[in-house]
């Protein structure tokens, strides 16, 4: 059982920067791909990044591409997502996600944080 909290959220001004944090617990995340999601006020979750198990990016929403940043410390069991220029088109809930299959589909996650509130002030 992977237990994930999230962290870093807040409010910004557009063009700021905020890094998000996913801590887990209960057993390394090493195995597992790691998703970044979000989920705006009326709109469907939606995939912003995926990290390998080795660390490696293998997705980013086109519109996160080239500001927003996955990485993953297994030594830390934490998974990261920086944000950069932001806009406040970004402002969402944002969740780190779990999943033993590479996907961007949410249902094929099958663990998830709480989530943390990230607002974009224009």
């Known amino acids: 059982q992977v237990q994930l909290v999230e962290s870093g959220g807040g409010l910004v001004q557009a063009g700021g920067s905020l890094r998000l944090s996913c801590a887990a617990s209960?057993?390394?995340?090493?195995?597992?791909?790691m998703g970044w999601f979000r989920q705006a006020s009326g709109k469907e979750r939606e995939l912003v990044a995926r990290i390998t198990w080795n660390g490696s990016p293998t997705y980013y929403l086109d519109s996160a591409k080239g500001r927003f940043t996955i990485s993953r410390d297994n030594a830390k069991n934490t998974v990261y997502l920086q944000m950069t220029r932001l806009s406040p088109e970004d402002t969402a809930v944002y969740y780190c996600?779990?999943?033993?299959?590479?996907?961007?589909?949410?249902?094929?996650?099958?663990?998830w944080g709480q989530g943390t509130q990230v607002t974009v002030s224009s």
């Open positions: 209960g057993t390394t995340i090493s195995s597992y791909v």
């Open positions: 996600a779990a999943t033993s299959t590479p996907s961007t589909t949410a249902a094929l996650y099958g663990y």
